[in-house]
């Protein structure tokens, strides 16, 4: 069994950046693939970025490539969402979801994958 919890986020201004964190208990963790989404007000929810069990392959979607950087330590069990030039559009709650049946893939999920194991979330605002 493995447990998720987000940190890291808060209040930034536009062109700032954050670090967020996804730490997992479990001694499996190495054995899942991890994606981080994000949920604004009143929209779905949204695929931003995943990566693989051994952090050798990753996967953006296009309104973060080459802002953000999803990495990974299983040592320290733990996924990491470095976010650079934040835009106001960027505000939102972050979750991390992981799961055995994403350890290889490094690219957006299915529709209607489900996930094995879901943080909790952390809010994201970042003002204009």
């Known amino acids: 069994q493995v447990q998720l919890v987000e940190s890291g986020g808060g209040l930034v201004q536009a062109g700032g950046s954050l670090r967020l964190s996804c730490a997992a208990s479990?001694?499996?963790?190495?054995?899942?693939?991890i994606d981080w989404f994000r949920q604004a007000p009143a929209k779905e929810r949204e695929f931003v970025a995943g990566?693989?069990?051994?952090?050798?392959?990753?996967y953006y979607a296009d309104s973060v490539k080459g802002r953000f950087t999803i990495s990974r330590d299983n040592a320290k069990n733990t996924v990491y969402l470095q976010m650079n030039s934040l835009k106001p559009e960027d505000t939102a709650v972050y979750y991390c979801?992981?799961?055995?049946?994403?350890?290889?893939?490094?690219?957006?999920?299915?529709?209607?994958?489900?996930?094995?194991?879901w943080g909790q979330g952390t809010q994201v605002t970042v003002s204009s």
């Open positions: 479990g001694r499996t963790f190495s054995r899942n693939g």
């Open positions: 990566i693989s069990w051994n952090g050798g392959s990753t």
């Open positions: 979801a992981g799961s055995p049946g994403r350890k290889w893939v490094a690219g957006p999920p299915v529709a209607g994958y489900e996930y094995d194991y």
